[in-house]
């Protein structure tokens, strides 16, 4: 079993400390790539707005989530001690598996059988949206 990602939160008030922190840094990250695409002045203040710096946000942050990679056995064996609702998407005959828990005593897993950097990026956005976007927007 392998972790990939960064963010771990032992509460919903370090998740929000952390998805508030990220702000700066998708501000930035959406201003530069404008400048790449050459936008003057006036387009930039046109097309640049507080939803597209807010999606950056949501996505920067959800890029970084730290999730679990593991066989289909390391998943259950994690299952049996998780006391919480599981969300799980996938066949379970599939043999590996990428998971997250979030504070909120919910988690998010998705079976894959190849593929796991595309199995974690789609489980990131899973948890964000299932697991975040609710309590971070409260």
């Known amino acids: ?4 990602g960064t963010f771990t ?3 919903v008030e370090e998740a929000r400390e952390q998805y508030e922190s990220v702000g700066p840094a998708a501000q930035t990250v959406v201003r530069e790539v404008a400048k790449a695409m050459a ?5 930039y203040d046109e097309r640049v707005t507080d939803d597209v710096v807010e999606t950056a946000r949501d996505a920067l ?13 390391e998943y259950e064996e994690w299952r049996e001690s998780y006391d919480g609702e ?3 998407v996938g066949h379970e005959r599939v043999d590996r598996v990428v998971w997250h ?3 909120t005593g919910k988690a998010v897993a998705a079976t894959f ?3 796991a950097d595309a199995a974690v990026a789609t489980l990131r956005r899973q948890a964000f949206g299932r697991l975040y976007r609710d309590v971070l927007e409260d």
């Not at 959800?62 to 066989?71: F, I, K, P, R």
Request: aromatic share 8%.
């Open 101 to 103: 828990a979030a504070p």
């Open 39 to 43: 936008f003057d002045r006036e387009e």
């Open 9 to 11: 939160f032992e509460s």
């Open 61 to 73: 942050f959800a890029s970084l989530l730290a999730v679990q990679v593991g066989s289909r056995e």
């Open 1 to 4: 079993m392998q972790t990939a």
């Open 113 to 115: 059988q190849d593929e």
């Open 86 to 88: 599981v969300t799980e």
